[in-house]
């Protein structure tokens, strides 16, 4: 349900952090991963199993042992491993952006542009995000358009988080881990491999995180404050079962299931003065995530080598969230939702031998997603809470429906030489069924829309040498539009789809033997109907969403590297980027004014302002990072292995207006991490520390209110693989 009642309506939410490492050890993810057997890099976004180095794509792959060495537990973490990400999190949402192309509002009815797979299954376009990475064989960060494969949600990008699937015939193996750390952190996570039998395995893991709230509250007047600072619960686990009764036939299935307690989303006002870990508040506040997540993949080997896939999903989720709206023990505004969720999705493909000088993938796609706001009015905005002149009420539901055609060929004219065709057709419906109670009156409302759209990707991909390969592609991707809710006086029409046109070149080599990688990359893209939210043109102090009329351009240039000289291994990225935004006025919905602007026209004024060149919001200028090991060898089966993280992003834009005055600006990020592991055999002991600086930096902004990154966390591990 599209909601955005006065600037502070929109959901206020920020990312719980979690602390527990991905632990497996090197053995465990090998034997889980036994089709694994080289050190060569694979991505599977598009539904092959194929090599980085020979992929005309630019992405960061790490495994599962990589996440643990660079500190990545969960989404928020990826921005410092990969060059191109920022993820700004306020928990029910987020704001993951790939080369400033994602998400940027923070409702129902604004789709992502970054969106996350995990096993093969889109999961929820933005929301529910949080759920911690463990036992996991490998994620994927692709980034630019990927439109064929990903779908209407990836015009910025997609993430695809694997985790190890059962071993048939592998024995009992698996890891058990623990974590204690600052803030009374205390984490476990295992998993354990079961043989049934000749043609039937499970595997079992579980994560397990309890942490007190890094925030300290005082209520009115200094007193105790009686709610949740901050405490975090999480609790989950996963069942696998791999099925493969003939060489013909394997079945996969996956079941997530998810307990996650934040406790609260704790924020105060952008330009508070306070220590940003001292906070005050005199409204209850909660943060809870949980679900179920269920997987289906069917593979069957038909005559010729052709493979015939279906992958079916369901999904369930209820999210919960309270907030003091004002960020303060003198405010009295509170913001609060109940938003269960429920997802549907099918794909079935039919996909060609990799060898011969055609090969195609073919498929359909269709998913079923709805939200539900319950009554009696379960989402609220109360300024204060009781008043009718104020308060705003909302229920009903936002179902969307989505269905998709796609294919590619490759035409391999020499071993070297290859041309990829591929494209995509993509249906979309959306609606709103519900009812709105403002200035204590109802208001129906019954809104419809639906969009369509075809993309495509056409890559000249050429193998110089065994060790160089070049490509150039041009790619598109679109998301759809939505509606907007009648807030106050006067109902804005549903947005338009945004549509990418995206041109990228690229060069990957190996060098020194094998031993350095590196991927070097460059891209232009035309950035059409770019959503934003605005102020109502005679009511601005409301707001609604549009679409930026004149084409937003970003280009840029990335760099990737990874290298292992004998005990000595290291990896860095850095990324360029620049954004420009189309021509385009608007009204800062935060700035009283009834001045009428148009958003093609103007006239520039006092309050209508010309943002005609600026940046995109959440594209920072740069980014990089890198990491650093080296492996000294204690005799007999010992090592000691000292690592250091680091990673950066500049500072970026929270809106378009470019306020600083009105906390728009989100300064740069400077984290580094650092441990220390000893491995005795199958036993690996660590040390760990994440933003050993303790920098002190707003994580995000939004609704006036200011959510911190987590401050300096330390502890020590302990893992055992058998």
Known sequence: MRIHALWLSASVLTLGWCGVAAAQTSSSTQQANSSDTSDTIVVTAERRVENLQTAPISATVITGDDLANKGVTAVDALQFISPGATVNNFGQGNDFN?????????????STGVITYRDGVATFPGYFTEEPYYDIASVEILRGPQGTFGGQNATGGAVFVTTNNPVINGGVHGYLAGQLGNYSDIGTQGAVNIPISSTLAARVAFNTETRDSFYTFTGPGGSAYTGNPGNMRMYSGRLSVLWQPTTYMTALWKTDVNYLSFGAYPADPFNATNDPFHLTANAPQQALDRGVRSSLKLDFNLPGGVTLRSLSGYQYALSAYKADLDGTATGNSTFGDVVPTRLWSQEVDLISPDQGFMTWIVGAYTDYLKYWFPAPYKFYIATPPGSLATEYLLQGTNPEQHAAVFGQVSFNFTPDLQLQIGGRYTHATTKNHGNVLQYGLPLDITESAEYSNTSGKVSLNWTLSPDNFVYGFVSTGFRPGGLNVPVGLGVPPPFDEEKVLSYEVGWKNISFDGHLRTQLDAYYNDYDNFQVTVGYPTFPTFGFELNVPNTTKIYGFEAQTQASFGPLSFDAGVGIMHSSLGTFFATDPRIASFIPCDPHTGPASVSCFNLTGRDQTYAPNVTYNF???????????????????????????????????????????????????????????TLYSTNITNQHYVGALNSGLRFMGPPRQFGVRLAKAF
């Open 98 to 110: 790939i080369r400033g192309i994602g998400k940027g509002e923070h409702n129902t009815q604004t």
């Open 627 to 685: 990491g650093a090991q080296y492996e000294f060898a204690l005799g007999g089966s010992d090592t000691l292995t000292p690592r250091v993280n680091y990673g950066h992003v500049s500072q970026q834009w929270a809106t378009l207006f470019e306020n600083p005055a009105l906390g728009d600006r989100i300064a740069a990020r400077n984290i580094w991490g650092a441990q220390l592991a000893w491995t005795h055999g199958d036993i690996v002991a």
